[in-house]
């Protein structure tokens, strides 16, 4: 069968195309641009990629192989409703879908059972660090996630595998199509205003996802935020034992909830007591864009939602005290709006801060662009004394320079992908060998 996969370069499908090439389905696909992911798919056998999505380029494809499925990202009908890739498949009837139904097809055909993590934030880690604890357990484990790994790929498939991990994103309400063996909630709050209007909206979508899971663990917390009695199908765990911190050595308070609520899973699973389980929590090494050293003194970290944004500034602060410089840039503009009045006293406690223009993508176009003079002018008097409106660039490059050599901890939270601070900070400074 031949998948192709339009936005294979994406954290989403990036891992889904590797582990359909991986379970012996002929792969190909696009991008609108060229990316790292990219690069690594191809390296990792998934060559018959190209650049640029437009009708004559997949009919060529078709034409030397005829596509049985068009596998396409959730942004595609919103972004582009008469994409002409989406069309040709149309036109030539093609069955066509988002990943969710491919996935699903994939774990029914495998017979494989679902191993879900979902969340506001901390998804991408939480899910990592259950792949990573499993992996060091011996345990065959078919999974996707969405960041580079130092210790596997972004998705694999592994034949004798009885379970799939996988990072289940609200976003389109995509993780509603799955009915898992395990739910693991990383925690509540609001995201994704364009789906979800209304807070109610939101937490609806949690209660149910949750009911479709056969078993659930989740936060005292999130258990109260979304109104669910007990069960024996759910654990629920207390974000403020002591144990949490007592066992789990890991730098930053949200890893350590991470992989509190991750050991209690493996423990469910296998068995294993909880003191042989979180010696390898506390070796975890980490996943790529998550507080990731780019070069000494400069990290990267995907936070990008005010939750997330607090518990990468509480890491950075643990390691370097108030020492601590950011790079902001928004993902998406929308988004900007939507959390303005939570950004007034977010940056606080940095040094400095600098603002680059949002990443841009999956835009409301009524919406105002919130440049980073804007942004500025948002936050709190003591925040502005010590932000600045900047641009990737020279000037920046020089002032990045002046902290690393002073000694601060210069934190970029960036979108990632073409064109991003992310990747222009690759491009600029020396770079720690990359993870793979």
Known sequence: MHIYFSGIGGAGLGPLALIAHQAGFTVSGSDQRHSSYIDYLQEHGVTNVHIGQNYDEIAAVHAREPIDWFVYTSALPMEHPD???????????IKHSKRDAFLSFLLEQKRLKLLAVA??????????????????????????VGGKLSFGDMGEFEPASEYFVYEADEF??????????????????WDHPDIYPTQEAYNDAFRQFLAQSERRIMWRADQRRLGLADSPETTVLDETAPAVGAQVTLPGHVNRLDAWQVAHLVQQLTGTPLEMLVPHLNAFPGVSRRFEQLAPH???????TPEKIQGALQLAHEVAGNNVVVIYEGLHNTRQHFIKDQLAHLFDSVKRLYIVPSYLAREDPNLPLLTPTDLRRLLSAGTQAKAEAAALGDQLAASIKQH????????????????????????TFTPLPAKS
Request: aromatic fraction near 10%.
């Open 404 to 427: 690393i050599d002073q000694g601060d901890l210069v934190l970029a939270l960036s979108a990632g992908g073409g064109g991003s601070l992310d990747e222009w900070l690759r491009k």
């Open 172 to 189: 389109d309400r995509n993780f509603l199509a799955f009915h898992p063996y395990v739910a693991l909630i990383t925690g509540v709050a």
């Open 119 to 144: 969340g506001t934030h901390g998804k991408t880690t939480t899910t990592a660090m259950l792949i990573w604890l499993l992996k060091q357990l011996g345990v065959p484990v078919s999974y996707s």
């Open 298 to 304: 400069l990290y990267s970290d995907y936070a990008h």
């Open 83 to 93: 994409a002409p890739e989406l069309k040709f498949c149309v036109d030539q009837h």
